[in-house]
């Protein structure tokens, strides 16, 4: 075995993954990484620039050539809870980062996001767009009442199974008595939300006189 990092990972990973080496193309000359690049390791050695459940480590490779490794389990019990409320903080936030500064559009995608995690699915980056697969949920078993169909608990939660994923969620609403359903829920949530602007601006008594 040739060098270790600091943790007793070999320095060879890094040299695995086209992202954690040198980069070139076809029309310039090989550039050196920047001041850092980062990946997971695997059990298998390679490196993965996403999160991945069965990595072993986080591996950083220098711009100058030094590498470290860190691991879970190798922090004080308070720390390592700590890393894990700061990663928590850091990935619910990125849920609604395309939110604008609009609130409600914000709560939406939070609460999008968190479903989706929820259900399984995992996404490297934001996580609360789309639909929210409760109110898919909520559009099929609509559809289905209005066709006179009855739906129990059972039958709810098979419904929420085949919504959870975004393919789900996508063949559900390309059904057009589902789909109908989910605009309607929008467009109350969306009448609601002006209806509560319109008697915020009456009571502050808005002024127009710049106008």
């Not at 320095?11 to 076809?26: P, R, S």
């Not at 078993?141 to 939660?157: H, N, S, W, Y």
């Not at 390309?174 to 601006?201: L, M, S, T």
Request: net charge negative; aromatic share 8%.
């Amino acid at each position: 075995m040739g060098a270790v990092s600091r943790w007793g990972y070999p320095t060879e990973l890094f040299e695995k993954v086209d992202i954690m080496a040198e980069v070139q193309d076809e029309t310039t000359a090989p550039k050196k990484i920047g001041v850092c690049q980062k990946g997971y390791i695997m059990p298998n050695g390679e490196t993965s620039r996403s999160t991945h459940p069965e990595a072993v480590a986080l591996g950083f490779k220098f711009g100058n050539g030094k590498t470290e490794t860190v691991e879970l389990g190798k922090f004080p019990a308070d720390i390592e809870l700590q890393l894990n409320w700061f990663g928590r903080s850091e990935k619910f936030g990125n849920f609604y980062a395309g939110a604008t500064g609009d609130a409600d559009k914000a709560h939406e995608m939070f609460l999008t996001g968190r479903e989706n995690l929820a259900n399984g699915e995992w996404s490297e980056r934001g996580g609360g767009e789309g639909e929210r697969p409760s109110m898919v949920v909520d559009a099929v078993v609509a559809a289905l009442e209005a066709a006179g169909e009855t739906v129990d608990e059972g039958r709810k939660a098979t419904i929420h199974e085949k919504v959870k994923t975004k393919e789900g969620r996508k063949a559900a609403l390309a059904n057009p008595a589902i789909n109908a359903e989910y605009e309607r829920v929008r467009a109350a949530k969306a009448k609601a939300k002006a209806d509560a602007a319109k008697k915020a601006a009456k009571e502050e008594g808005a002024d127009l006189s710049a106008f």
